[in-house]
């Protein structure tokens, strides 16, 4: 089997494309393990469940599991930190 030829380098002058949502910000991913092998369960749309790609377990949504979700000043909270 042929291995493929090498990537040419950029043209010169040429950009690079921005990448998509790339504002230098970090953000974290909520991780669901998986009830039955503690893997890393993964959302799947099609099934509206927590799948897990180990060993198959499907959780299934549960409606009403999600409590109400409160809103707070800002502003407010960080005037009442007592400081150190």
């Not at 799948?51 to 979700?69: I, K, T, Y």
């Amino acid at each position: 089997m042929e291995t493929p030829p090498p990537i040419p380098p950029p043209l010169p002058g040429a950009t690079l494309p921005p990448l998509p949502n790339a504002s230098g910000e970090l953000t974290a991913r909520p991780r669901f393990d998986c009830p039955s092998c503690g893997g890393a369960a993964e959302w799947s749309p099609a099934k509206q469940a927590l799948v897990c790609p180990f060993c198959g377990a499907v959780s299934p949504m549960q409606p009403g599991a999600v409590g109400e979700v409160r809103e707070y000043d800002l502003a407010a909270a960080l005037q009442n930190i007592p400081e150190a």
